[in-house]
C-alpha cells in the first residue's frame, strides 16, 4: 500500500474522531478499526499521532477523545459566546451564581463561556469541562430539544452515574417528557453533590446545539428556585432575540 496523502490522512483521523465520538466511554483499537473500517495498522498509526496532539487519549477502558477536542469545541464557538455573552453576564448579574454557555456534543455537554458568581460558596467549572449529559441541567435540556430519531440513536450508549441522584437510562425518558411540557431541566445534585441547576436549550438559528444554565449550591437552590427561573427565561429570550 502506498503513503497516505496529507488529504487522505485528514479525512481518517476524522473518521476517527468521528467513531470516537459515539463511543465516550472509550473502545478498543480493534474495535477501532472495525467501525471505521480502516486496517488495524492505519488506525493504531493515526492514534498514535493524534494521541501527541491530544485529540485523543488512550488508557485502561481503551482510546476515547482527548482534552484537546474541548478545547476546539470552546474555540469554535466564539460568535454565539460573543453573541449571547451580554445577556450571560446580565443574568449573573442579577441572580449572583455562575452562568454557562454549553453545546451539544454527543454524550456531552460542553462548556464554551461562563460568568462566575462573585458569591463566597459558588460553583466553578473550567471552560471546556465536558458534562455528561444526563446529569446536569443544560445537558437535559439539549437532549428533550433533540427530535426523537436522534435521542433514540444517542441513548443506546450506557449512561454512567456521577452521583446516586444521577437518572437511569429508564427514568430518563419520563424526565426529557417533563422538560419538554416545562421548558426547562433541572440538576438535584445530579452530577455532583451539594450543586443545582437550572437549565434551556437556546434557539439561535445555528447547526449547533446550545444552552445556558445557573449552577447554585443546594443550600440556595430551592428558596431561591423561582427567582432563578424567571432570571433565567430572561436570559433565554434576550439571547433567541439576537439570533
Given at each position: 500500500?502506498?503513503?497516505?496523502?496529507?488529504?487522505?490522512?485528514?479525512?481518517?483521523?476524522?473518521?476517527?474522531?468521528?467513531?470516537?465520538?459515539?463511543?465516550?466511554?472509550?473502545?478498543?483499537?480493534?474495535?477501532?478499526a472495525?467501525?471505521?473500517?480502516?486496517?488495524?495498522?492505519?488506525?493504531?498509526?493515526?492514534?498514535?499521532?493524534?494521541?501527541?496532539?491530544?485529540?485523543?487519549?488512550?488508557?485502561?477502558?481503551?482510546?476515547?477523545?482527548?482534552?484537546?477536542?474541548?478545547?476546539?469545541?470552546?474555540?469554535?464557538?466564539?460568535?454565539?459566546?460573543?453573541?449571547a455573552?451580554?445577556?450571560?453576564?446580565?443574568?449573573?448579574?442579577?441572580?449572583?451564581?455562575?452562568?454557562?454557555?454549553?453545546?451539544?456534543?454527543?454524550?456531552?455537554?460542553?462548556?464554551?463561556?461562563?460568568?462566575?458568581?462573585?458569591?463566597?460558596?459558588?460553583?466553578?467549572?473550567?471552560?471546556?469541562?465536558?458534562?455528561?449529559?444526563?446529569?446536569?441541567?443544560?445537558?437535559?435540556?439539549?437532549?428533550?430539544?433533540?427530535?426523537?430519531?436522534?435521542?433514540?440513536?444517542l441513548?443506546?450508549?450506557?449512561?454512567t452515574?456521577?452521583?446516586?441522584?444521577?437518572?437511569?437510562?429508564e427514568?430518563?425518558?419520563?424526565?426529557?417528557?417533563?422538560?419538554?411540557?416545562q421548558?426547562?431541566?433541572?440538576?438535584?445534585?445530579?452530577?455532583?453533590?451539594?450543586v443545582?441547576?437550572?437549565?434551556?436549550?437556546?434557539?439561535?438559528?445555528?447547526?449547533?446545539?446550545?444552552?445556558?444554565?445557573?449552577?447554585?449550591?443546594?443550600?440556595?437552590?430551592?428558596?431561591?428556585?423561582?427567582?432563578?427561573?424567571?432570571?433565567?427565561?430572561?436570559?433565554?429570550?434576550e439571547?433567541?432575540?439576537?439570533g
Amino acid at each position: 500500500m502506498g503513503s497516505d496523502t496529507e488529504s487522505g490522512v485528514i479525512a481518517r483521523a476524522a473518521l476517527l474522531l468521528k467513531v470516537l465520538e459515539t463511543r465516550p466511554h472509550g473502545v478498543s483499537l480493534s474495535e477501532l478499526a472495525r467501525l471505521s473500517g480502516l486496517p488495524r495498522t492505519t488506525v493504531h498509526r493515526l492514534v498514535g499521532s493524534l494521541e501527541a496532539q491530544q485529540f485523543v487519549s488512550s488508557g485502561d477502558r481503551g482510546v476515547s477523545l482527548g482534552p484537546a477536542m474541548a478545547r476546539l469545541a470552546a474555540a469554535a464557538h466564539t460568535d454565539i459566546t460573543a453573541l449571547a455573552r451580554p445577556a450571560v453576564e446580565a443574568l449573573g448579574k442579577r441572580t449572583r451564581e455562575t452562568v454557562d454557555l454549553c453545546v451539544f456534543r454527543g454524550l456531552h455537554a460542553i462548556s464554551v463561556d461562563q460568568y462566575a458568581s462573585d458569591q463566597e460558596l459558588r460553583v466553578i467549572s473550567p471552560i471546556g469541562t465536558a458534562f455528561p449529559i444526563h446529569t446536569t441541567a443544560h445537558g437535559k435540556a439539549l437532549l428533550a430539544a433533540l427530535p426523537p430519531e436522534q435521542l433514540g440513536t444517542l441513548l443506546t450508549a450506557p449512561l454512567t452515574p456521577r452521583t446516586a441522584q444521577s437518572l437511569s437510562a429508564e427514568a430518563l425518558p419520563a424526565a426529557l417528557a417533563a422538560i419538554r411540557t416545562q421548558s426547562y431541566a433541572t440538576d438535584h445534585e445530579e452530577h455532583a453533590g451539594g450543586v443545582c441547576g437550572l437549565g434551556v436549550a437556546l434557539r439561535t438559528g445555528t447547526n449547533e446545539r446550545y444552552a445556558v444554565s445557573l449552577a447554585v449550591p443546594a443550600y440556595r437552590f430551592n428558596d431561591n428556585k423561582e427567582r432563578l427561573l424567571r432570571a433565567l427565561m430572561q436570559c433565554k429570550a434576550e439571547i433567541e432575540a439576537l439570533g
